[in-house]
Nanobody, 118 residues
C-alpha cells in the first residue's frame, strides 16, 4: 500500500504563488508515477501534472508555463509549484500515485484546498 499526504494549500491573491507537497510512504518503490489532479466545485476532476519515476513530466496544456511539478526522491515527495495563480485555479488539489505490483493500482491523497481570490 501507499499513503499520500498533501500539504501547502491555502488562500492566496490572484497573481500569487503556492507550492503543494505530496509526501508518499509505504511501498513507494512500486510507484510508477505521481500526479496532481484538481476538482473545482461542480466540475470533473482533471489532471494538472504528473511525473514518472524516471522524471518525465506531463502537464495539462492550459497550465504549461505557470505550474511546475518536481520530485525529491530522498524525501519521497512530489511538489507542485503554482505561479501567477488565477481565481479559476481555485479547487481541491489531489495527489495520485499509480504503479504495478502484479496488477495495476492507484491511490489518492485526501486533497488540499487552494483558493485564489480576485
Amino acid at each position: 500500500q501507499v499513503q499520500l499526504v498533501e500539504s501547502g494549500g491555502g488562500l492566496v491573491q490572484a497573481g500569487g504563488s503556492l507550492r503543494l507537497s505530496c509526501a508518499a510512504s509505504g511501498s513507494t518503490f512500486s510507484i510508477n508515477a505521481i500526479g496532481w489532479y484538481r476538482q473545482a466545485p461542480g466540475k470533473q476532476r482533471e489532471l494538472v501534472a504528473a511525473i514518472s519515476s524516471g522524471g518525465s513530466t506531463n502537464y495539462a496544456d492550459s497550465l504549461k508555463g505557470r505550474f511546475t511539478i518536481s520530485r525529491d526522491n530522498a524525501k519521497n515527495t512530489v511538489y507542485l509549484q503554482m505561479n501567477s495563480l488565477k481565481p479559476e485555479d481555485t479547487a481541491v488539489y489531489y495527489c495520485n500515485a499509480e504503479g504495478y505490483s502484479g496488477s495495476y493500482w492507484d491511490y489518492w491523497g485526501q486533497g488540499t484546498q487552494v483558493t485564489v481570490s480576485s
